[in-house]
């Protein structure tokens, strides 16, 4: 009907996005997403014969914010393996078209792209795993699980000279922020609970406890979780408002949030640092360089001169002064 008529009127493919009045909650529009793009994957023809690789693999949910998803690839490239399609970040409609040809997919926003990685599992037999390229214990894990998925000694000798080679080049700066941002109080806010899990791990790489942590899609069994990575005087929120956010890091001591674009007003209205983790950042947060420019970016607001002018009722905390 309509949608004919519009692909008639436009000369390209138009796909209906089944969410009229936008129906439902966040979860409900990721689902919407996913059925829309499952009518574009199978559609497309070979992009994969001649095989320039054994190893093939589509990258879900990297939006590819600040560049992350290059950041990733180059990784994927370094150890042999193909990347068919990224879904959405920087995707390609032909090569989204062809993505059921991949043999793995790796979930990275797991509250957004799960439906679909379940729907190419029943449909194209790709089976998936749920990875972050963020923080060093994931990246780690990601790379390898990817070998040990193709059962590939040569892609896991790669994959661990990626990691020793990074590691050591990283390390010396990831220490001069160590030393400055030991022992300070962290809360975050964020959308999904697995990308809520990466950022305890990192804080806690960097030194810092993790007080207070929300999310607003996160299920029961994550929240298990991100209590068990937890240390005891830890709160954990779920879908909180601003008010009870507000509330909340004022009794745990945070000093700085890691949130979205919303949570911004928030933080600065409490005297408190932040950093945004979603869409609007400048640098991405992906893989070993990224998790310097994580560091950075926490150091940078923490530390920075601005907190001393604040008065010292408000704001009692001792703050460092950035270099």
């Known amino acids: ?18 969410s009229e009045g936008f129906k ?15 009518e574009l994957i199978g559609t497309g023809g070979s992009l994969l014969s001649p095989p320039d690789s054994p190893f093939h693999l589509n990258v879900l949910g990297e939006f590819n914010v600040a560049g992350a998803l290059w950041a990733i690839k180059r990784y994927l490239d370094k150890m042999g393996v193909t ?13 989204i078209a062809g993505s059921h040809q991949a043999g793995l997919n790796l979930v990275q926003c797991a509250g957004s792209l799960t439906y679909l990685a379940k729907k190419m599992e029943e449909r194209y037999k790709i089976p998936f795993l749920r990875v972050s390229f963020f923080g060093l214990d994931d990246v780690r894990a990601a790379l390898t699980e990817v070998a040990r998925h193709f059962d590939s000694p040569l892609l896991m000798r790669r994959a661990y000279r990626i990691i020793n080679r990074e590691l050591a080049r990283v390390e010396p700066e990831l220490k001069f922020y160590r030393s400055r941002l030991a022992g300070r109080r962290a809360a975050v806010y964020t959308g999904g609970a697995f990308r809520a899990i990466s950022l305890i791990k990192t804080f806690q790489d960097l030194g810092m406890e993790v007080v207070l942590v929300g999310t607003q899609t996160g299920k029961q069994e994550e929240y298990e979780e991100i209590r068990g990575a937890l240390g005891a005087g830890a709160v954990i929120v779920d879908d909180s408002n601003p008010i009870e956010l507000a509330q909340f890091m004022r009794q745990t001591g945070a ?19 932040f950093c945004d983790y979603n869409h609007e950042r400048k640098r991405h947060f992906e893989g070993f360089d990224g998790l310097l420019n994580f560091a950075q970016e926490v150091y940078a607001t923490l530390c920075s001169p601005v907190w001393d002018h604040l008065p010292h009722e408000r704001y009692p905390r001792q703050r460092g002064e950035a270099q």
């Open 1 to 18: 009907g309509n949608t004919s008529k519009a692909s008639a009127k436009t000369g390209v493919r138009v796909i209906p996005v089944l």
């Open 255 to 273: 000093e700085i949030l890691v949130g979205g674009a919303k949570e911004r007003p928030l933080a600065y209205k409490l005297g408190i640092s």
């Open 24 to 38: 439902g909650n966040k979860a409900a529009g990721y689902r919407a997403a996913c059925e829309a793009l499952l």
């Open 83 to 95: 990347m068919v399609a990224s879904i959405t970040g920087d995707g390609r409609v032909d090569k």
